[in-house]
């Protein structure tokens, strides 16, 4: 078997590490389908637990708090809202455009149990949302 460089192999695994990362940042801000063709991507999300609470992260960056509306509603925490240019861009030519326009929505799955909003705060391009988890 033939000796592996460790540069060749360090630079091979740094090229298959971007190339998983731009695979789930497509994935994460991936178009929807289905049942509301105004929603047009989703946001990714990380979720902790605590003994009392669960935390909800969700990453909008650009997105103004007053264009989030945040529910439970059974057994899922729904957040959506809308990104939207800024009118000081209107005129400008993109060269390139990463980050998702338009209306989100994005569906979290919560582990059973009741639980009530009792917090949330969307700073520097991070919504964190807690639920106290109601006994």
Excluded: N
Aim: glycine residues 6%; aromatic residues 6%.
């Amino acid at each position: 078997m033939a000796k592996t460089d460790p540069d060749t192999w360090m630079w091979e695994r740094a090229q298959a590490l971007l190339e998983e990362a731009d695979r789930r940042s497509r994935e994460f801000c991936r178009p929807i389908s289905g049942r509301d063709r105004r929603v047009c991507w989703q946001p990714p999300v990380d979720v902790y637990e605590t003994d009392t609470d669960l935390w909800v992260l969700v990453a909008l960056p650009g997105v103004d708090a007053s264009r989030v509306e945040i529910l439970v509603e059974g057994s899922a925490l729904v957040v959506r809202g809308e990104r939207v240019h800024s009118p000081r861009l209107r005129d400008a030519l993109v060269h390139r455009m990463e980050i998702p326009q338009g209306r989100f929505e994005r569906r979290v799955v919560l582990k059973s149990g009741r639980y009530e909003l009792v917090e949330r705060d969307l700073a520097e391009g991070c919504l964190s949302i807690r639920l106290k988890k109601v006994l």
